[in-house]
């Protein structure tokens, strides 16, 4: 019975995943969680939709409380509760209570680190004036919409053109706020190759968003009363009373480093499929682990929700004893512009490329549904192995009901597909929903 | 050069694919094509939304148009050109020229039979009465509409509440038309499992319809000008000024069997996984030939565009001398009926029951999106095998964006994927387009 304490540092999508599952298969675990923030479980890929006030209360994005946990589950969610350090030859964590300014030893079992990730912030002149925000917490969502409220910007910066920087440019756009998109490199979505990008780049031009690639961050201008007015670039000053950094995020895995855990691509903890770090009775999931990538065979970093869930899932099974791993990821991701729908998986051709694929790729428009029924339109460029004709990524832009379907090459990948297989699929078929030739088998026919 | 021209009969989705097909890989070979209606290459199933008044022009259902095959594929259609009986031992066909009653001989060195299916039409009193419709040819859709224009009818019986039946009472419902819909089996939807079909009609009498299942259509009461006022079912009598009636399809190939052509299950022309029938250089494809079913390893009758397309395809292929075959259909399907979408594919609880299996099922409800985003619903049920976990089948019904989900499952099936497998799998996620575990997922870790 002494093995029987898990403790679990982080209280978001992976710790509490994990947590969660194992409570479900072991009522004797002791198990205690430490969150820095005041919330579990919350959903930071709701915010720009809270922002935009499409969401009607913050607490709602609030999946489980820490109440719920502590009375449903029996987890012990201790918040505002932030672990400094990890002593792997004591089996314990050094704990930081916030709330009360005290630090005192916590002794675990098993142990499984789920820090999370924050934003990648520039260490520049003016990075701290108001005005300046990223989505570090879940706070952030509130502090933006207040801003917003009571200052009533009327100029936009985001810095960043991939997901976060596409969406809060919708909401800002849609808050009747000027926008400016600036990214460092070539073009907006790096994910993407560079001609699907550009579709998304001109849409979000024709609905009034001004978008500046090959621009770098370089620093701002102040007022008197310390809030942002200028945003300076390598080419330019653009005004601003309102800036979004949506620059990427890093793990939060120094203390990790320091026990003694080893890290692996962009300092994120180095976990095999079975969410194992190198130290035994020890597990990371979530933002701050690497992810494994089928097609590649090797360790990614990815900070998503959906991999978050995932990993935590496994971490518990695996944590209660069971021997269960994830197979792998594709960077599957999704996400949306006004009506313009963007999605993607696997690697793009410059992905393939890079990682020593000999391909071909296809690219096709078609419209979304029979085109009889309605007429708006999409675009589909698959990437498949040369000789064997395997998938591997596709990219998808377009109206209302296309990007879904990138789920349909998504698990065609996995399973090892080629386009002839896509092709010929059993896919659903209606006027109401696709053409009599799914766009997905449209790129598949070019393909083959 | 003598075994270079190839006959079709039939001008339709699987004639003139394969048709399509072969000219693009043999500049060289005489195809000529006989089509018994004025039209090639339609879309049905576009029909009840014509008739809904969704789709403006008539004719924007027909893909392709005899003269676009004869001057930009040098296809030589010839419609209204009926074969009455193929003479296998000679190698050519009997054609009735319909606009001209004559007949004719026409050599093949090939040959295509697709002569698609024809709607099943029971012998009863009254069948031939005015104001009752099927689905038989182009002619129908505006037939229908006219009959709707002009004869502004009241009440509406739907005979059959498939797919075509479902479609055709939305469509009446919306054109403020009252509509009865009656099935003799216990259930609307009979490939999908009782309680998802239940889903479909209550969904069906919230918006208006009146739903009478196990009930059998006997007969008609006549007005004396011919029109039918009355539908008899073995339980009561139903005004009605128009019926629709979607009982089935059956193939027309009785002059194909007459041939000395193996026929199969429902008399469809039997055909291997390469459209070859059992007489050399005769293939046949679409409505009126068998389907291989992947799950069940066994030849089932399909009469759905989206497979007669595919096998279209690839009967053409192989005519040009390639060696290709279709691994097998699961009898994926959508539909939709007013906001609720339908769609299923592989096998039901019940067929899985029948075909031999045994299986777990699941069922669970979710958001189609996040919750926090929009709380609009939909249903999943999967079915796996007992043992191995493998995914035999799915039924989802549910609020827009639901149902076209379906593929991922067809795509796992196909790809003898596990529910363990579509749990863990790297699909997409962001608040407009999914929770976070994608109610397939959520479905599948219910399964697990």
Redesign the interface.
């Known amino acids: 019975m002494s093995k029987n304490k898990l403790v679990v540092i982080g209280g978001n ?1 992976a710790g509490m995943s994990a947590a969660s599952k194992l409570r479900r298969l072991k009522k004797n675990y002791e198990i205690v969680v430490f969150e820095k923030g005041r919330h579990t479980s919350y ?1 930071s ?2 915010m720009p ?1 809270y922002i935009a006030g ?2 009607n209360s913050h607490s ?2 609030i999946a489980r409380s820490p109440e719920t946990f502590r009375e449903k589950y029996n987890i012990d969610v201790r918040t505002e509760n932030q672990v400094e350090s990890i002593n792997i030859k004591r089996k314990l964590v050094i704990v930081n209570d916030l709330a009360n300014n005290k630090t005192f030893e916590e002794k675990y079992d098993k142990l499984l680190i789920a820090s999370g990730s924050s934003p990648v912030v520039p260490q520049i002149n003016g990075i701290n004036s108001g005005g300046i925000f990223t989505f570090e917490a879940f706070r952030s969502g509130k502090e933006i919409s207040e801003f917003i409220t009571n200052n009533k910007p009327r100029k936009a910066v985001v810095v960043g053109g991939g ?1 976060i920087g596409i969406e809060m440019a919708e909401t800002l756009l849609n808050l009747n706020i000027d926008v400016s998109v600036i990214d460092m490199a070539p073009q907006l979505m790096v994910s993407m190759d560079r001609e699907i990008a550009e579709i998304v780049s001109m849409q979000m031009q024709k609905d009034g968003a001004k978008v500046y690639t090959d621009e770098s961050l370089k620093g701002f201008d102040v007022t008197s009363d310390g809030n942002v007015s200028v945003v300076i670039t390598d080419k330019q000053k653009i005004s601003a009373d309102i800036v979004i950094l949506g620059m990427g995020r890093k793990p939060n895995t120094k203390f990790v480093g320091e026990a003694g855990i080893e890290l692996g691509v962009k300092n994120a903890v180095r976990v095999n499929q079975k969410l194992e770090t190198n130290i035994t009775d020890i597990w990371a999931a979530g933002d701050c682990a690497e992810s494994y990538n ?1 097609l590649t065979n090797s360790q990614n970093y990815i900070a ?4 978050a ?2 990993q935590g ?2 971490a518990g099974l695996n944590i209660a004893g069971q021997s269960e791993y ?11 512009f006004n009506n313009l ?1 963007i ?1 993607r ?1 696997g690697l793009s051709e410059k992905e393939a490329k890079s990682a020593g694929f000999e391909f071909v790729t296809a690219q096709i428009e078609s419209t979304v549904v ?4 309605d007429k708006k339109k999409m675009t589909v460029k698959l990437v498949a192995e040369k000789n064997t004709g395997r998938l591997l990524g596709a990219q998808i832009v377009g109206s209302l ?1 296309a ?6 090459v ?3 990948i ?2 090892k ?1 080629t386009a002839k ?1 896509l092709m ?11 053409p ?3 766009p997905l088998q449209i790129a598949a026919r070019k393909l083959v």
Chains 1, 2 share one sequence.
């Not at 998503?304 to 991999?307: D, P, R, W």
């Not at 990007?403 to 349909?408: E, L, P, Q, T, Y």
């Not at 659903?428 to 696709?434: C, E």
Request: glycine letters at 8%; a positive charge.
């Open positions: 999508a959903a890929c709701g939709y499409k969401i709602s994005l997901y089928l998503l929700g959906t991999v869930n995932k899932l496994v994830i197979k792998g990821v594709l960077g599957t991701a999704i996400t949306k729908e999605a998986t029979a085109s009889y029924y009901g990007a879904k379907r990138i789920d349909v998504a698990t065609s996995f399973s597909l297989d010929l699929m059993d896919l659903s078929y209606a006027p109401p929903f696709s009599v030739w799914d």
